[in-house]
């Protein structure tokens, strides 16, 4: 009788599981986990996961899952054509997709890049670490921007930003091609379509939406280094302006098809290149540049909060803030819905809604003023906004987001509170009505004057128009009494010495030492 012969299972060197980081330069999780699978001389499996936890979370939005769809589908193609390498894609939770790999091809390395995410994600990598733990399985998580974890002494964040961004961009990593059963196994996934297909309705609005993929992330750097960074300062607190002279490199970024760092070497090359140059037009471009630097810096800050303190999805980092007298029930809801519908009687909020639910864009201004007319006008716990606002910005990370609205709430303690005017900010930022009227149809005939006195105490309305849905005067008035009474009472400034030490920057302000 001849002798059995036992199946050989094929094994992995490494699993390079693709987060937030769609990108084959300057990654350095799938930089390490390609050395790990080289040395081991054995092959890299690349793993996305749409993970139904996160599909289905309140903040998930058909823009978030066309921009990692489009990422992906890109990021594919180039291994497949220029590395004989495939990504296996799966509809799975990570524990369930990793366990059934595992059970396939057993793998003893997991290498994914250090995600600052919302709870849902957070609880699922503790879960995955458990799951390593049981299994004999090495995940590493090499941080792809300056956020670490973790952060002991705030204080020593500067330096370590400063370290980690001051590395020269990681190359490309050679890729060994993977060998046909691997690319079998690969093969059998296809990417799935974008589950919320409703972002292929012919409205006309799809055309409008930013793409996310890592040539065009490089084109739009190269286009803001040649031509917009001149008109950044100055140009990106209007709605009118800031599509056509903001660096427009949120999308790349919070997707990861472009890296922080990447982008500063790029921004400091130029720099360089025309430090020397005296003329009008380099003079405010090099303004630009400075400007957009420091903010590829501030980035990272916000971002380090939520990395520090998990639970700031759910509370303020300052503790007397957490009962405001803020709406409820019904009430809430009800202003709510007219908000988000832009449909407020306030043009300014209004058309920034509606431009945000078409385009998944606004400039950072305008984001400010609907949160803080929300929180401080409409009076809605920031809480209730965080999910329905977040699936509004096709650049959403959570890091950010959180903080920002923590911010513009006036609930961090050691923020200015800054209750913007929806009527001064009009007059402002769009004196001539052309954003307002391009996003609100159904003000194209009315007067200048009449536009900018809708929403006034006691102003005027117009047919088809919504009057407004509050006093902004005063119901904003509560909000700021409150708000200020908690900051100067003697309680209020030792919480905020707290927050401060946790979470507040270490910069320097300009003009002092």
């Given at each position: 009788?001849?002798?059995?012969?036992?199946?050989?299972?094929?094994?992995?060197?490494?699993?390079?599981?693709?987060?937030?980081?769609?990108?084959?330069?300057?990654?350095?999780?799938?930089?390490?986990?390609?050395?790990?699978?080289?040395?081991?001389?054995?092959?890299?499996?690349?793993?996305?996961?749409?993970?139904?936890?996160?599909?289905?979370?309140?903040?998930?939005?058909?823009?978030?899952?066309?921009?990692?769809?489009?990422?992906?589908?890109?990021?594919?193609?180039?291994?497949?054509?220029?590395?004989?390498?495939?990504?296996?894609?799966?509809?799975?939770?990570?524990?369930?997709?990793?366990?059934?790999?595992?059970?396939?091809?057993?793998?003893?390395?997991?290498?994914?890049?250090?995600?600052?995410?919302?709870?849902?994600?957070?609880?699922?990598d503790r879960a995955v670490a458990a799951w390593c733990k049981r299994?004999?399985?090495?995940?590493?998580?090499?941080?792809?921007?300056?956020?670490?974890?973790?952060?002991?002494?705030?204080?020593?964040?500067?330096?370590?930003?400063?370290?980690?961004?001051?590395?020269?961009?990681?190359?490309?990593?050679?890729?060994?091609?993977?060998?046909?059963?691997?690319?079998?196994?690969?093969?059998?996934?296809?990417?799935?379509?974008?589950?919320?297909?409703?972002?292929?309705?012919?409205?006309?609005?799809?055309?409008?939406?930013?793409?996310?993929?890592?040539?065009?992330?490089?084109?739009?750097?190269?286009?803001?280094?040649?031509?917009?960074?001149?008109?950044?300062?100055?140009?990106?607190?209007?709605?009118?302006?800031?599509?056509?002279?903001?660096?427009?490199?949120?999308?790349?970024?919070?997707?990861?098809?472009?890296?922080?760092?990447?982008?500063?070497?790029?921004?400091?090359?130029?720099?360089?290149?025309?430090?020397?140059?005296?003329?009008?037009?380099?003079?405010?471009?090099?303004?630009?540049?400075?400007?957009?630097?420091?903010?590829?810096?501030?980035?990272?800050?916000?971002?380090?909060?939520?990395e520090d303190e998990s639970g700031l999805e759910f509370h303020p980092?300052?503790?007397?803030?957490?009962?405001?007298?803020?709406?409820?029930?019904?009430?809430?809801?009800?202003?709510?819905?007219?908000?988000?519908?832009?449909?407020?009687?306030?043009?300014?909020?209004?058309?920034?809604?509606?431009?945000?639910?078409?385009?998944?864009?606004?400039?950072?201004?305008?984001?400010?003023?609907?949160?803080?007319?929300?929180?401080?006008?409409?009076?809605?716990?920031?809480?209730?906004?965080?999910?329905?606002?977040?699936?509004?910005?096709?650049?959403?990370?959570?890091?950010?987001?959180?903080?920002?609205?923590?911010?513009?709430?006036?609930?961090?303690?050691?923020?200015?509170?800054?209750?913007?005017?929806?009527?001064?900010?009009?007059?402002?930022?769009?004196?001539?009505?052309?954003?307002?009227?391009?996003?609100?149809?159904?003000?194209?005939?009315?007067?200048?004057?009449?536009?900018?006195?809708?929403?006034?105490?006691?102003?005027?309305?117009?047919?088809?128009?919504?009057?407004?849905?509050?006093?902004?005067?005063?119901?904003?008035?509560?909000?700021?009494?409150?708000?200020?009474?908690?900051?100067?009472?003697?309680?209020?400034?030792?919480?905020?010495?707290?927050?401060?030490?946790?979470?507040?920057?270490?910069?320097?302000?300009?003009?002092?030492?």
């Amino acid at each position: 009788m001849a002798a059995s012969r036992e199946t050989v299972v094929p094994t992995l060197g490494a699993v390079w599981w693709i987060k937030r980081d769609l990108r084959l330069y300057d990654n350095p999780a799938l930089t390490e986990a390609a050395l790990l699978a080289a040395r081991l001389n054995r092959p890299l499996l690349p793993l996305f996961l749409f993970e139904p936890s996160v599909l289905t979370a309140a903040e998930a939005s058909p823009f978030h899952i066309q921009a990692q769809s489009q990422a992906l589908a890109d990021l594919r193609g180039r291994l497949r054509g220029q590395h004989g390498t495939d990504i296996s894609i799966a509809v799975q939770e990570a524990v369930e997709a990793l366990d059934d790999l595992h059970r396939r091809h057993p793998f003893a390395l997991l290498v994914s890049h250090r995600e600052t995410g919302t709870d849902i994600t957070y609880r699922r990598d503790r879960a995955v670490a458990a799951w390593c733990k049981r299994r004999g399985v090495t995940w590493s998580q090499p941080p792809q921007a300056g956020v670490f974890r973790p952060l002991a002494d705030r204080d020593r964040r500067e330096g370590l930003w400063h370290e980690f961004m001051c590395q020269a961009p990681l190359a490309v990593p050679n890729l060994s091609p993977q060998p046909p059963w691997l690319r079998a196994l690969c093969a059998g996934s296809p990417c799935p379509d974008a589950p919320m297909s409703r972002l292929l309705e012919a409205d006309g609005g799809v055309n409008r939406r930013q793409l996310a993929t890592e040539p065009l992330a490089w084109a739009t750097l190269r286009g803001f280094l040649t031509h917009r960074a001149s008109r950044y300062s100055g140009g990106i607190s209007s709605p009118v302006t800031a599509f056509t002279s903001g660096s427009r490199l949120s999308v790349p970024l919070a997707w990861g098809t472009i890296s922080g760092r990447a982008v500063r070497f790029e921004v400091f090359d130029l720099l360089r290149e025309i430090s020397g140059d005296t003329s009008p037009e380099a003079v405010k471009r090099k303004r630009g540049l400075r400007a957009f630097s420091e903010r590829l810096h501030w980035r990272d800050h916000f971002a380090q909060r939520l990395e520090d303190e998990s639970g700031l999805e759910f509370h303020p980092p300052h503790p007397l803030y957490e009962n405001l007298p803020t709406v409820t029930g019904d009430e809430a809801q009800h202003r709510l819905a007219a908000f988000l519908a832009g449909q407020t009687g306030f043009p300014l909020i209004d058309a920034c809604l509606r431009c945000a639910a078409s385009t998944g864009f606004l400039n950072f201004r305008m984001r400010a003023l609907v949160t803080s007319f929300a929180c401080h006008g409409l009076r809605l716990d920031w809480r209730v906004l965080m999910a329905p606002l977040g699936r509004l910005w096709t650049d959403y990370e959570p890091g950010i987001h959180v903080s920002q609205v923590q911010m513009q709430a006036g609930v961090v303690g050691i923020n200015t509170i800054r209750v913007y005017s929806p009527f001064k900010q009009l007059k402002d930022q769009d004196p001539a009505l052309t954003f307002t009227r391009a996003w609100l149809p159904e003000l194209a005939e009315t007067s200048d004057e009449l536009v900018l006195a809708l929403g006034t105490t006691d102003g005027p309305t117009y047919p088809g128009y919504p009057a407004p849905l509050i006093d902004f005067a005063a119901e904003s008035r509560i909000m700021k009494d409150v708000l200020y009474a908690l900051r100067d009472s003697p309680e209020g400034k030792a919480a905020a010495e707290i927050v401060q030490k946790r979470h507040g920057s270490r910069r320097p302000r300009p003009g002092r030492r």
